[in-house]
DNA sequence: CGGCCCGTTGATTCGTCTCAAAGAGTGTGG
DNA sequence: CCACACTCTTTGAGACGAATCAACGGGCCG
């Protein structure tokens, strides 16, 4: 797995943006053509020169450390950003219950699309670990999709996709059980890493029993008696968040619902 | 409530499609610039000759019957579809457990962008009674969107709403009890109810107590059960399909989450 | 009129939450 | 570098909610 780093041109702007909370993030030039991460900066069939105008139109990344939001839940919308290194999750934040965990975003993954349609941020999203994003103006990323159909087709599959995926999830939560649940977020988690070269069955887990389990509509404790349930069974090998599927095929059954017992 | 009926061109052609399934669809021409109903047909700031074109690329209705598909899983993503009357579900089939209800779409309201990411139909869509859509080739979507800006921005600010709904669905399912997730769910009809010009507060159910149940990750026993509970406690009228909420203000306490016993 | 799907209600079982306590891991400051 | 604090994780016992199994009633259509 090579991440691929960009030679020189690391500006840094480490000025807190004065907004109340003291945020002090890190900004440096981007280079989409020489970053092959994101699939919103590669849409299929664009030539060098079109590539050279996405350059034009993206060029800030920001640099978040855990535990940071990259935009809170109200907040204008702006950008949308696409993940180069790291992992968020997006909250719904809830005074009267806890808090909704609505996704988990990993390298290469988008994140702010829920903004678009009102203007304004429709949940949180907050860094799991270091992780650093592209930034990407939304009103750059249409003025320029106007003149690049490539780019416009490509931002409405994605958008697409997501819906899709959203379904899925939708319909784990409301037809399976709870170990059924955490074996297809295992799975999906891992088919995510494998995306990204990584290997499917061996992966750290970002996010505590807590966030899993309001991910998954359940309690953190239910989560972990189901770990320490599949690790008995011979399904996985647990350590904390260290994550090893010793016997995927197993887990995939789960995951469809066929536990008999 | 208008529901304006254009006057004349009502072309019908009653042949089945000859797919072994025997549908008899109804085709008639559509006029865009006479309908007021459906969002993605009046993109904001649109003059009359960019309607005229809308026009030009959506020409075509189609009329179902109850129980019929709009289209199948894994049918080819061809056009998209605006709800011009009726009332619809999308499923997700399985063969192992029972059919996930992903949503109801009513008037005015969009099927088939799942369809976009992929090209193929990631759900199926099934009228709930009879029914009319507006059929919108995709190809011609997004050649129009590109000479037209405004229907562009229109078709991303579509998909993140959607996106955003599916979130807030995705929270109910995940955090809320039974009591609750009904609660939301009948609070949720009725907004949609009353953007129509119809009342938030007295319509018809158009699906069964399964398809409400399957949606809400709930038995169709306990959905029956928590309408009589309902009943015996003032929040509601119910006389099988045909509601009425005497009590909104109680419904959304419950549906917060706030029911303490 | 009979059949069938849909809806209601009851009794019981099972799964998951809640409450509780203790152990492991991580980070910080002395 | 170790001790301490804090957060995260694990495990247990009990309570509660919703699913399941089952039977019956009602409405709609052929």
Redesign the interface.
């Known amino acids: 797995m090579t991440t691929k780093q960009e030679p020189q041109s690391c500006k840094k702007n480490s000025e807190s943006a004065g907004k109340g909370v003291s945020i002090d993030f890190t900004e440096v030039k981007a280079h989409c053509q020489h970053c092959d991460l994101n699939p919103v900066c590669h849409p299929p069939g664009l030539n060098t020169d079109e590539m050279d105008s996405l350059d034009q139109w993206f060029p800030t990344r920001r640099r978040l450390k855990r535990g940071e939001s990259l935009y809170e839940i109200g907040e204008a919308f702006n950008a949308i950003y696409a993940v180069r290194s790291g992992f968020f999750k997006t909250v ?1 934040p ?1 005074p ?3 808090d ?1 965990v ?1 996704g988990f975003q990993m390298t290469g993954e988008i994140l702010g ?6 203007g304004f941020h ?2 949180q999203a907050v860094a799991l670990e270091v992780s650093e994003v592209c930034l990407m103006p939304y009103g750059n990323v ?1 003025e320029l ?2 003149n690049l ?1 490539n780019l ?2 490509h ?10 995926h ?6 784990i ?4 059980r709870s170990e059924s649940r955490l074996a297809a977020f295992l799975l999906d988690l891992g088919k995510r890493f494998s995306t990204l070269g990584y290997s499917p069955n061996t992966f750290v887990l970002r996010m505590t029993r807590e966030e899993i389990g ?4 359940l309690s953190l404790e239910t989560v972990s008696r189901i770990f320490s349930r599949f690790q008995e069974d011979g399904l996985v090998d647990v350590q904390t968040r260290h994550l090893q599927i010793t016997n995927p095929e197993a887990l995939s059954e789960i995951a ?3 536990n008999s017992h």
């Open positions: 719904l809830s009267q219950q806890r909704q609505t699309m829920d903004g678009i349609g009102s429709a949940c249409e999709a106007s159909p416009h087709a931002l409405n599959k994605l958008m697409s996709q997501r819906i899709v959203d379904q899925s999830a939708f319909k939560l409301a037809n399976l309001s991910y998954l509509g469809a619902g066929k």
